[in-house]
């Protein structure tokens, strides 16, 4: 498993989990701006790369937890 994030906006008609909107509007999607996107995914990075650590040689091992 790897890490992830989940983007979401919260509106009455959730979570309706259909393909299309069936109110048309398509809030839960179209209130997700690029920015908010971009942010959850630097901050997802800058928490993965954290955890990484080099033995000085260049090898990548993962910090415990």
Known sequence: PGASRVVRKTFACQPCYERD??????GCMNEITVDVVFAAAVGLFNEIDE???????????????
Request: charged share 20%; hydrophobic share 40%.
């Open 51 to 65: 955890k990484i650590e080099t033995d000085g040689a260049g090898a990548v091992a993962f910090g415990s937890e």
């Open 21 to 26: 909107c069936p109110l048309i509007h398509h």
